[in-house]
């Protein structure tokens, strides 16, 4: 994932806090890590990972 600047940082956490049920979006630029909170009630792991990949970063699930 290619998170270099705080525009990135930026883009993703206004991209994903849009999706429904999502509480927190945290993104660590260093680590290129992005850690989101949602009730899965209300969202799912694959709408995040497909919002990411339309926001140009494409993702995959390191912890559950």
């Not at 993703?12 to 009630?41: H, L, P, Q, Y």
Request: with cysteine.
């Amino acid at each position: 994932m290619d998170i270099s600047c705080n525009h990135c940082k930026n883009t993703i956490e206004n991209g994903i806090t849009g999706i429904a049920g999502v509480s927190s979006v945290e993104v660590d630029i260093e680590a290129k890590r992005v850690t989101v909170v949602f009730d899965e009630s209300q969202a799912k792991t694959d709408a995040v990972l497909a919002e990411m990949e339309e926001l140009g970063y494409p993702a995959e699930v390191i912890a559950g």
